[in-house]
């Protein structure tokens, strides 16, 4: 059984940083794209970053030049580091994996609260 468990996420003051991360577990073939999510209270779930097999980043227009996506393959790890962070990145953050075989997983989500 495949499971994505997501850590790091907390409380922090604005201008703060913190480092998301999201291990997957289980018998996994084919990963294609893996990508973090938030969902803030009251709004859609929207994309974050999402990195391809290729190494081929995307970032949303409101976190472009502060987060950064990353992987350790070996580890099956996914991050998302998370810099000048600001209220409105208040969120739970979710992990997202799309395989070429074994379809979509999703996380279970970490809170991220960011203060003024």
């Known amino acids: 059984q495949v499971q994505l468990v997501e850590s790091g996420g907390g409380l922090v003051q604005a201008g703060g940083s913190l480092r998301l991360s999201c291990v997957a577990s289980g018998s996994i073939l084919g990963i294609q794209v893996m990508g973090w999510y938030r969902q803030a209270p009251g709004r859609h779930r929207d994309v974050v970053a999402i990195i391809t097999s290729g190494s081929a980043t995307n970032y949303a227009d409101s976190v472009k030049g502060r987060f950064t996506i990353s992987t350790d393959n070996a580890k099956n790890t996914v991050y998302l580091q998370m810099n000048s962070l600001k209220p409105e990145d208040t969120a739970v953050y979710y992990c997202?994996?799309?395989?070429?075989?074994?379809?979509?997983?999703w996380g279970q989500g970490t809170l991220v609260t960011v203060v003024s």
């Open positions: 997202n994996m799309l395989t070429a075989f074994m379809g979509e997983y």
